[in-house]
């Protein structure tokens, strides 16, 4: 088991998420057998930083993401989003939220869609119609806002989730594997627009198992595997720590001479 890098992230006071201990238990629907998905998690993230949480599928980031969104109930442990306790009603008001595989009214096009967000979220009409605009052609799909969303591709899909997830210009966003089903140039435009929203003063907190992704834009990353958290750093840290105690060694074919410089 690799060894937790385990280091400190400032004052409770600065955190746009607060997770302490946090364990989630199953069990399988017919054998009951127990299982470990998430087990004594513990980190924080500062408010007005991209978080990359990171691991391979069926590592709990799911299950971590649907816990602080509270769609998911804790077997133990504590997490606070924007200060307040999981589940408030204030702290969802200002949290954006993109599910890793998104179900939308397939009849409703992108701006209808956006329109239902904003209604939810008690805006009035005017700024519903402003948002939404604005966040379309942010994400790409000004040229499909007449088309319904089932046909869409999976890329497309993707895009409108993230304006969906926009409308009510959230200090925190939490995004489930937001780059999924995109091309590089579509990959290259989300990262972007996160970027966007954190010299904005936005928190983003999105997972991923592409680590290309968390190279380039996060400040800081947890890395989990099997339930429990691994290494926690920022990218640089992380690497440096990995390629610690490593000894490259080359071996030269016969015919180099050996005071080859």
Not at 2 to 21: P, T
Not at 61 to 77: D, F, Q, S, Y
Not at 186 to 198: N, S, W
Not at 246 to 256: A, D, F, G, N
Request: glycine share 12%; proline share 5%.
């Amino acid at each position: 088991m690799h060894r937790q890098l385990a280091l400190s992230w400032g004052c409770v006071a600065d955190l746009a998420i607060d997770v302490r201990d946090l364990e989630k238990t199953y069990r399988t629907p017919f054998t009951r057998k127990k299982v470990e998905a998430l087990r004594g998690v513990t980190f924080g993230v500062e408010r007005g930083h991209i978080f990359g949480f990171v691991g391979p599928n069926g590592a709990g980031k799911t299950t971590a993401i649907r816990t602080l969104m509270g769609l998911v109930r804790p077997t133990a442990g504590r997490a606070q989003l924007l200060g307040e306790p999981l589940g408030s009603r204030g702290a969802r008001r200002k949290i954006g939220f993109l599910p890793e595989s998104p179900y939308f009214y397939d009849y409703l096009t992108v701006g209808e869609l956006c329109d239902l967000a904003g209604r939810l979220f008690g805006m009035a009409a005017g700024a519903r119609k402003r948002r939404a605009d604005e966040l379309i052609e942010k994400v790409g799909l000004g040229g499909a806002r007449g088309q319904s969303l089932k046909k869409f591709s999976k890329g497309m899909l993707q895009r409108a989730g993230l304006a969906q997830a926009l409308m009510n210009d959230p200090e925190l966003v939490v995004l489930d594997e937001p780059m999924s089903g995109l091309d590089p140039l579509g990959r290259k435009e989300v990262r972007d627009l996160i970027l966007e929203l954190r010299d904005h003063g936005v928190t983003v907190f999105f997972s991923t198992h592409i680590l290309s992704d968390v190279e380039a834009i996060t400040d800081r990353v947890a890395i989990i595997a099997r339930g429990r958290l691994q290494a926690l750093g920022t990218p640089a840290e992380l690497v440096s720590r990995s390629l610690r105690g490593v000894e490259i060694v080359v071996r030269l074919p016969p015919t180099v001479s050996p005071d080859i410089s």
